[in-house]
């Protein structure tokens, strides 16, 4: 089986996305606590009223609740995303937090959107984004599950984000095309079946196939 590239590889890899993600978080959750932190601490100029001050939560204590409440969040967006199958790829305006993204993770993005210099197009792109790379952990950790109506759902609506997903440079045409094998080999059992729906697949990346039939 030859590949022939049509179309140059995209600059971004998904390396690049996640490192720089990573770091998104981290200022986020940064911003979360020092933000907690001010709406929890007394006002100094106010006069005291009792000798015995009401009892305070504990530095430790507020940072335990967020923590907590950020692992909760980040699970419950993890549960959305498994269960965003047959959809249609994200496109236009969004106004919305969707539920397969966190709040520290959707902050964190607007954050990120408002420095380009189209936001709206550049949150909507990072939202796709986050939709397909949740939904290939998802689907890569469900690889020995006997669930193979949920993986196989998820199979489906990656097969069919991939060509956004590039355009979005959330992966690169080379890795596309590696994901596309994986996801329809899963998929199809058949070897010349399956060898014609990955050159059909990759054709809406920009990649041709030479398919030659099993004897």
């Given at each position: 089986?030859?590949?022939?590239?049509?179309?140059?590889?995209?600059?971004?890899?998904?390396?690049?996305?996640?490192?720089?993600?990573?770091?998104?978080?981290?200022?986020?959750?940064?911003?979360?606590?020092?933000?907690?932190?001010?709406?929890?601490?007394?006002?100094?100029?106010?006069?005291?009223?009792?000798?015995?001050?009401?009892?305070?939560?504990?530095?430790?204590?507020?940072?335990?609740?967020?923590?907590?409440?950020?692992?909760i969040q980040q699970s419950?967006?993890?549960t959305a995303a498994a269960?965003?199958?047959?959809?249609?790829p994200i496109e236009g305006?969004?106004?919305?937090?969707?539920?397969?993204?966190?709040?520290?993770?959707?902050?964190?993005?607007?954050?990120?959107?408002?420095?380009?210099?189209?936001?709206?197009?550049?949150?909507?792109?990072?939202?796709?984004?986050?939709?397909?790379?949740?939904?290939?952990?998802?689907?890569?950790?469900?690889?020995?599950?006997?669930?193979?109506?949920?993986?196989?759902?998820?199979?489906?609506?990656?097969?069919?984000?991939?060509?956004?997903?590039?355009?979005?440079?959330?992966?690169?045409?080379?890795?596309?095309?590696?994901?596309?094998?994986?996801?329809?080999?899963?998929?199809?059992?058949?070897?010349?079946?399956?060898?014609?729906?990955?050159?059909?697949?990759?054709?809406?990346?920009?990649?041709?196939?030479?398919?030659?039939?099993?004897?």
């Amino acid at each position: 089986m030859k590949i022939k590239n049509n179309n140059r590889s995209l600059k971004r890899s998904s390396i690049v996305f996640f490192i720089g993600f990573i770091g998104i978080i981290s200022v986020g959750i940064l911003i979360w606590f020092w933000l907690t932190s001010l709406e929890t601490t007394p006002d100094n100029t106010s006069e005291v009223k009792s000798k015995t001050p009401p009892t305070l939560p504990t530095t430790e204590t507020i940072s335990s609740a967020i923590a907590n409440d950020i692992i909760i969040q980040q699970s419950q967006s993890v549960t959305a995303a498994a269960q965003a199958i047959s959809t249609k790829p994200i496109e236009g305006i969004i106004s919305g937090r969707p539920d397969f993204i966190s709040e520290i993770e959707w902050q964190s993005l607007r954050l990120v959107a408002q420095r380009n210099q189209n936001p709206a197009q550049e949150l909507t792109r990072l939202v796709s984004n986050m939709r397909f790379n949740k939904q290939m952990e998802i689907w890569q950790s469900l690889a020995n599950s006997a669930d193979q109506t949920q993986r196989h759902a998820l199979a489906n609506q990656l097969l069919n984000d991939i060509p956004n997903a590039v355009s979005n440079q959330a992966i690169d045409q080379i890795e596309a095309q590696r994901s596309q094998s994986e996801l329809v080999t899963d998929l199809i059992k058949d070897p010349n079946t399956r060898k014609n729906r990955i050159a059909k697949e990759a054709l809406r990346i920009g990649v041709k196939l030479d398919i030659q039939e099993s004897p």
